[in-house]
Structures are given as C-alpha cells and as structure tokens.
C-alpha cells in the first residue's frame, strides 16, 4: 500500500481545509483594561489642596459676611496685621524665639527617645526596666505635669524646654521600640549564620529594619513639640508667639491672635512637611500603596 504525501512544503496547510475563523462576539472586540487597585496616581500638590480650600472658605465667609470680624478676622485683615506686626520687629522676634524652643526641646527629646529605645529594644533587661516607666508616662500628658515642672524648675527656658522634649520623646520611643521589635528573627539567624558581630548586626540589620518606625515616631513627635510649644508660651513668657497671642487676647485684639494661630499651622505643616520628604529620600526602596 503506497501513501501518498500532499502537495506543498512540509509544515503547510491546504488554505482550503482551514477552518473558518471564528467570530467575537460584540461587544469584547477590544481588550478590557484591568482597572488597578490601590488609591491612584499621585496628585502634585496634594498637601496644599486642603489648607487651600480651607483658604478659599475663609475668604468667601468673610467676604459675604457670614462671618462676623469680631470673631473671625478676614484673611486681608490677618495679612494686614501680619505685615505692620513684621514692620515693627515683633513678629520675627517672636518667631525666632518660638523657633529656638521648638528647636531646642525637639532635639532634645528625640535623643532621650532614641536612646530609650534602643536599650529597651535590645535588651530584655532594659525593656523591663524602662517600657514600663515610659508607658506610665504615656498615659500622663506631658502639661499635666507642668505644675510640678514649675515647681521645680521655674518659669524660665528650661522648664519650657523640657516640657517640649517630655511631650517628644514618648511617640519616638513608642514607635521605634515597635520597629526594634518587629524586625524579623529570620534576619538575626542569617546575620549569625554570615557571622556578623553585634555592631554589624545593629549597622546593618537593625537601623535599617527601625528606620521606618523612626521616621514615623519623628513625624508624631514634631507634631507634639508645637502643641507643647503652644501652651509653654502663654505661661507667664514674656516672649515666643504664644505670649504674643496672650498679650493680643488681654487687649481683645482677635487678628494678633489669627496671625499666631496661622504661623503655628505653617511651621507645623512645613515642619511635618520637611519629614515626610526625608521619609520619602531615606525609605525610596520600599514599595508602598503611598509610593
């Protein structure tokens, strides 16, 4: 019995025993794009949009007249004041003034907070001994105890500096004692298995592994030295902006007291601001749903 090859080179088909091509249906004659999860692109000035609209608010109430100036100022009258208030010296006097507390008590409350940390995140026998005193101190207020820090250290600059760094030091050690602990124990098996020592372990497992922990402790604690800073300023001072706002209330003037609470909220949200750019630089390898 002979066979009998088809016509035409190897790996060829008869085009007329092809099957006919088989139609989509309407409607799926285009890809379906997958629609991602997550919050979005980036929106470029982000930060800025709130306060803008806040801005904006302010501005129409005032200028329609649902807000009454002697409660709240117009924005042009903030300006206004703003402006003779830099005129004559007080404003960046007392900015200055504020800045070097804030400066001062944020320092050092960062360094106490750090410090703490590590020893207890470290140290089974260092987390006994100071997670406990440090979470007693969380649950007391830092100006709760301002009037036995009067007591003791006056109403001079270091009774306000350390009322600062006592409100600073307890989100830094909380959060970085947290990113001590969490970091996984498979990473101090691998660093004994390559025969890191202890320096090398803390250089290169541990800062790494507590470096965000750090960053956002810093970010809450930044928060924290300007509400310290407010309520210090407004105890017998006799400079910073908070004595400014005082000053302004016992006169009953409401727009000093507008330029204050408006400079606050700037050196908060630049400050925050500033943070968060370093958190940004120093975390850029982590992939995040905020990247």
Request: no cysteine; net charge positive.
């Amino acid at each position: 019995m002979t066979i009998t090859a088809p016509a035409g080179p190897i790996g060829t088909e008869d085009p007329v025993h092809q099957p006919p091509p088989v139609p989509r249906p309407e409607g799926i004659t285009r890809t379906r794009r997958r629609r991602r999860l997550g919050p979005g692109r980036k929106i470029r000035g982000a930060g800025l949009l709130g306060p803008l609209i806040l801005l904006a608010a302010w501005t129409i109430g005032s200028a329609t007249g649902a807000l009454d100036p002697r409660v709240l100022s117009a924005p042009w009258t903030v300006f206004t004041t703003a402006g003779t208030l830099w005129d004559n010296g007080r404003l960046q006097e007392n900015l200055l003034t504020s800045t070097e507390r804030f400066a001062y008590g944020l320092v050092l409350g960062v360094v106490a907070g750090t410090v703490l940390a590590l020893i207890a995140g470290l140290s089974r026998w260092g987390e006994a001994l100071l997670d406990g005193p440090v979470q007693i101190k969380r649950s007391i207020p830092a100006l709760a105890l301002l009037p036995l820090l009067i007591l003791w250290l006056g109403i001079d600059e270091e009774m306000k500096v350390i009322t600062i760094a006592l409100g600073v030091f307890v989100p830094v050690y909380i959060h970085l004692h947290n990113g001590l602990r969490g970091i996984d124990s498979r990473y101090a098996e691998l660093a004994e298995t390559v025969g890191l020592g202890h320096a090398g372990f803390v250089r290169k497992v541990v800062l790494p592994g507590a470096l965000p922990g750090f960053l956002l402790g810093l970010r809450f604690a930044v928060t924290a030295a300007w509400l310290s800073l407010v309520v210090v300023e407004q105890i017998n001072a006799t400079s910073g902006i908070g004595y400014m706002m005082e000053l302004a209330r016992t006169y009953g003037q409401t727009d000093v007291i507008i330029v204050g609470l408006v400079l606050y909220g700037l050196l908060g949200l630049l400050s925050d601001g500033l943070v968060r750019l370093i958190q940004r630089r120093a975390l850029s390898w982590r992939r995040t749903l905020g990247s």
